[in-house]
T-cell receptor
Framework: ETGVTQTPRHLVMGMTNKKSLKCEQHLGHNAMYWYKQSAKKPLELMFVYNFKEQTENNSVPSRFSPECPNSSHLFLHLHTLQPEDSALYLC???????????????FGPGTRLLVL | DAKTTQPPSMDCAEGRAANLPCNHSTISGNEYVYWYRQIHSQGPQYIIHGLKNNETNEMASLIITEDRKSSTLILPHATLRDTAVYYCIVRVADGSQGNLIFGKGTKLSVKP
């Protein structure tokens, strides 16, 4: 257990559906992240939130919409996805984004998404 | 692109030390070396990180060469549960640019 939980663990959705992924961290961290891991590809950073403010969006299509209502919760809203969006979506958190170099990210177990 | 080079796979006998190498010849003075691992179908797990001194924790030891162009992660007594993909990452110590960029890692197989 890393202190980062994600729900659901598995999700199957059609291309016209709207669904949301949820991430919650119990570590008192201030920064949260969404990553995508497609089959046989490295992890790709999608979004970064620091103190509830989005600080990075790595050219992610608008069909992925993040939401961070507070420092403990992070959502990823999904709509009109494509089959190529099928992947493992991972949430992570860290204490902050301070330039200390000692930031460590703790990952959740991920949501395995299949888009039909 | 990842700034590190790792062998794609390695085998290790159970109970023996696993030594995982990583080359980061273009590392800058303000970049840390991080190691994470990912067991199949789980999220990555932090192992250890360092700047220039060798580091040790309850999971592993990190040996960084004096010129900082390479490092070795050591699992002193590998178990079957250590079978995973191990990622070596260099990260700028800058709050705005300190992203973890994962490469393909080394798939470590611990065998009985």
């Amino acid at each position: 257990e890393t202190g980062v939980t994600q729900t659901p663990r598995h999700l199957v959705m059609g291309m016209t559906n709207k669904k949301s992924l949820k991430c919650e961290q119990h570590l008192g961290h201030n920064a949260m992240y969404w990553y995508k891991q497609s089959a046989k590809k490295p992890l790709e950073l999608m979004f970064v939130y620091n103190f509830k403010e989005q600080t990075e969006n790595n050219s992610v299509p608008s069909r992925f919409s993040p939401e961070c209502p507070n420092s403990s919760h992070l959502f990823l809203h999904l709509h009109t996805l494509q089959p190529e969006d099928s992947a493992l979506y991972l949430c992570a958190s860290s204490q902050d984004r301070a330039p200390s170099g000692g930031e460590t990210q703790y990952f959740g177990p991920g949501t395995r998404l299949l888009v039909l | 692109d990842a700034k590190t080079t790792q062998p794609p796979s390695m085998d290790c006998a159970e109970g023996r030390a696993a030594n995982l190498p990583c080359n980061h010849s273009t590392i800058s003075g303000n970049e840390y070396v991080y190691w994470y691992r990912q067991i199949h179908s789980q999220g990555p797990q932090y192992i250890i990180h360092g700047l220039k001194n060798n580091e040790t924790n309850e999971m592993a030891s990190l040996i960084i060469t004096e010129d900082r162009k390479s490092s070795t992660l050591i699992l002193p007594h590998a178990t079957l549960r250590d079978t995973a993909v191990y990622y070596c990452i260099v990260r700028v110590a800058d709050g705005s640019q300190g992203n973890l960029i994962f490469g393909k890692g080394t798939k470590l197989s611990v065998k009985p």
